[in-house]
């Protein structure tokens, strides 16, 4: 297993993932869809999350996936 940091950004603001996650490369971006899920969630009154992404990357810096948040939602 790998270690990977899920950053989320709408190219303004960005929430880091200091501490990231231990996973299989094959699961990045269902843990990246669990991620924007998780923060859309937790923050239900936010308007739009149309503009944000998760920025997926490796422990040597990267990237590995981008995955809109838009795309959690099929």
């Given amino acids: 297993m790998s270690l990977h940091y899920f950053h989320c950004t709408n190219g303004v603001d960005m929430i ?11 699961q990045v971006e269902r843990v990246a869809a669990c ?16 503009d944000w992404l998760v920025n997926v990357y490796d ?13 959690t939602h099929a």
Avoid at 16 to 26: E, M, N, S, T
Avoid at 37 to 43: C, D, E, K, N
Avoid at 59 to 71: E, K, L, Q, W
């Fill in 16 to 26: 880091v993932d200091r501490h990231g996650a231990r996973i299989r490369p094959q």
């Fill in 35 to 50: 991620v924007a899920g998780a923060l859309m969630a937790g923050l239900p009154a936010f308007p739009d999350w149309s």
């Fill in 59 to 71: 422990s040597s810096g990267s990237v590995v996936a981008i995955v809109p948040f838009s795309a």
